[in-house]
């Protein structure tokens, strides 16, 4: 896999034609997660070259007591299966973008979900870091390569170095740390690209 840029990169999400292009080389399948209402949903639909696959639906009064709507009330829908979706990078690196379900009771499809994956894209929201420890267990236990975003919420708080971020949530200092909006194409990209640029600078005996 070759390095790239956000500036090498067609940015029109949604509107590529369903085919995979000539150029495609390597298919990798990606991992975007996170904690409930991070906005992975919104990461995916940003990117994606073609029509992104949704599976979200309404918040209901039924499902108060185990989804933890503190500072997402704003949030009226939720994935219950997964969000998909594809961008194709320069050198025919085609990524195959799996959204999972933030919430502790779809914790079973975890395994299913990350199966095949080379990596995954960690979404943090700084205004509840700690909503992100869950997940970050998960992937660590799984075992795979990963790089953390911080989606900029506008009133996430600013003051904090990311030295304290990277503490806070106990990284390693070869993991990448970034931040994004999931709204906007070229920031998501980057954030992606990290990713990839992450796996690709691995010892060859841990790819």
Known sequence: MASATSSTVDTTAGGGG???????????????????????????????????????EQLTEASAPVDDLAGVRDKSTTTVAIDFGR?????????????????ERFRSLWD??????????????????????????????SGLPYAVAF???????????????????DLEPTTPMVTCDAREADSSIDSLLALVQHLIDRPAEHR
């Open 18 to 56: 369903i085919h995979l292009p000539d150029t495609a080389r390597d298919l990798v399948k990606i991992l975007v997660t996170g904690p409930f209402g991070v906005g992975k949903t919104t990461l995916i639909g940003s990117v994606s070259e073609i029509r992104p696959l949704h599976t979200e």
């Open 87 to 103: 961008i194709s990078l320069p050198g025919g690196i085609v990524l195959y973008l799996f959204g999972t379900p933030g919430q």
């Open 112 to 141: 299913d979900i990350a199966h095949g994956a080379l990596g995954a894209l960690v979404l943090v929201d700084a205004r509840r870091i700690d909503a992100s420890f869950d997940v970050l267990g998960l992937v660590e236990e």
């Open 151 to 169: 989606n900029t919420f506008p009133d996430a708080p600013r003051h904090h170095t990311p030295e304290q971020l990277r503490a806070a949530l």
